[in-house]
């Protein structure tokens, strides 16, 4: 049974990011291109109107950490965490950025390994994308990062994730997408038949040159957390967070392992291990029980009176139209939160992101649903003291 809520358009909003230019961002947000991500502005609006500075703000399923980011940009302290981690290598990277300096320092020490590097160990998979001598240096600098320790060590990573492959003069492939790792047949295909040129690059100098893009801007006042874990348990103590602002996975609308096969194979997992632990389904059923599993999560780790943002989408799974906003609703009474409104933003059709879908199929519009924690629930146990998530892991 579906309750009554109002239901406004996001266009009509007072300061909506709708319209926003896309290159008004900082600059931290290139680092590395990734499907399903929501546009900074977004995540901007709610935490400027539903937060104050200083407050702590968590984005459970935080992708490439657009929301975290741009907590921490406006003096919060932002919080991301996700399952795939190339997601938590970005997300990492970007609330605990370093400065050009370290990145030039960390060039400096490891030029000459990388450069004299003579392995070529890589399956052929990999192959098909590199020159040989792009190669081998990127083959060191991956036995370098192996098991990145400080700030330095995973940024530098996550600038390795962003120019691993794409077209620009600092990507270390053959032409192809940035934002995902294509088949390496289609790739195979294009060298052999389009006579596609794998260039020869010099991975130091890409390294230095991507980081000096990305960090043109001012580094964020404040430095955030990130965790490499499953939403539905969080390691957060109860009540720390101020603020929710996320986007769950849409159902199985995006193959996020597959999708980022080459970055997980540099960052040393096999995409098809990583699938099998991201939520993925065409479930409806199954998708509710994990809604209500991760928004029981939400609840427990949100203080009593703070807000609760789901980006969510009005899809199409086996032919039908799916609102998962008005879905929702059928389980969030059971999680300790109240829904307040929905927040419908059409996506124009030529805006759409997902330009490889149909017109009645995929992702069709973005749809808000905003929740909130009510201040007192009869029977609770009082609310814990504040700032327990910075004392314990800050
Ligand atoms: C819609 S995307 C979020 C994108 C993000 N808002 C951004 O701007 O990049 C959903 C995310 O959920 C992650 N994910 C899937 N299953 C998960 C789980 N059980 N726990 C945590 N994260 C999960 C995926 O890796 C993906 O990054």
């Known amino acids: 049974m579906l309750r009554q809520i109002e239901c406004v358009s996001a266009w009509e909003l007072e300061g909506t990011w709708k319209g926003a230019r896309k290159s008004s961002g900082h600059s931290l947000h290139a680092l590395c291109s990734r499907t399903g991500s929501f546009p900074p502005a977004l995540?901007?609006?709610?935490?400027?109107?539903?937060?104050?500075?200083?407050?702590?703000?968590?984005?459970?399923?935080?992708?490439?950490?657009?929301?975290?980011?741009?907590?921490?940009?406006?003096?919060?302290?932002?919080?991301?965490?996700?399952?795939?981690?190339?997601?938590?290598?970005?997300?990492?990277?970007?609330?605990?950025?370093?400065?050009?300096?370290?990145?030039i320092g960390w060039v400096k020490r490891n030029r000459s390994f990388i450069e004299s590097y003579r392995g070529t160990d890589a399956p052929e998979e990999v192959q098909v994308f590199y020159s040989r001598s792009t190669l081998r240096q990127l083959l060191a600098v991956r036995e370098l990062l192996s098991e990145p320790e400080t700030d330095v060590e995973y940024f530098v990573t996550a600038v390795m994730l962003g120019i691993l492959h794409g077209s620009s003069s600092d990507s270390l492939s053959v032409k192809c997408s940035h934002s995902f790792s294509m088949s390496p047949k289609y790739v195979e295909k294009a060298v052999r038949v389009s006579g596609l040129r794998r260039p020869e690059r010099n991975v130091a100098d890409c390294i230095l040159r991507r980081a000096e893009r990305v960090l043109a801007d001012r580094l964020p006042p404040v430095k955030g957390i990130a965790f490499e874990g499953d939403a539905r348990s969080l390691p957060i103590p109860p009540e720390s967070v101020d603020l929710i602002v996320t986007s769950p996975p849409y159902f199985n609308m995006q193959t996020y392992a597959w999708d980022n096969w080459l970055r997980l194979w540099f960052l040393g997992h096999e995409y098809k291990e990583v699938a099998r632990r991201l939520f993925h389904t065409d479930s409806v059923s199954r998708f509710l029980s994990f809604a209500e599993e991760f928004l029981t999560e939400f609840n427990r780790v949100l203080r009593p009176g703070g807000s609760c943002f789901l980006v969510l989408g009005v899809v199409r799974l086996r032919g039908e139209t799916v609102n998962m906003a008005e879905l929702l609703l059928n389980v969030v009474d059971r999680t300790g939160f109240e829904p307040v409104r929905v927040i419908t933003d059409e996506i124009p059709k030529e805006k759409k992101y997902l330009m490889y879908l149909g017109t009645?199929?995929?992702?069709?519009?973005?749809?808000?649903?905003?929740?909130?924690?009510?201040?007192?629930?009869?029977?609770?146990?009082?609310?814990?003291?504040?700032?327990?998530?910075?004392?314990?892991?800050g």
Do not use: H, M, W
């Open 360 to 393: 009645d199929q995929g992702v069709n519009r973005e749809v808000v649903l905003e929740l909130l924690k009510p201040e007192s629930v009869p029977g609770r146990s009082p609310r814990a003291g504040r700032g327990g998530l910075i004392s314990v892991v």
């Open 43 to 103: 995540a901007r609006f709610f935490i400027e109107r539903y937060s104050g500075p200083g407050s702590v703000v968590l984005d459970p399923f935080s992708g490439k950490g657009t929301a975290p980011l741009e907590a921490c940009l406006a003096g919060r302290v932002g919080v991301g965490n996700d399952l795939a981690p190339e997601a938590y290598v970005l997300t990492r990277a970007k609330v605990r950025p370093v400065s050009l300096e370290e990145v």
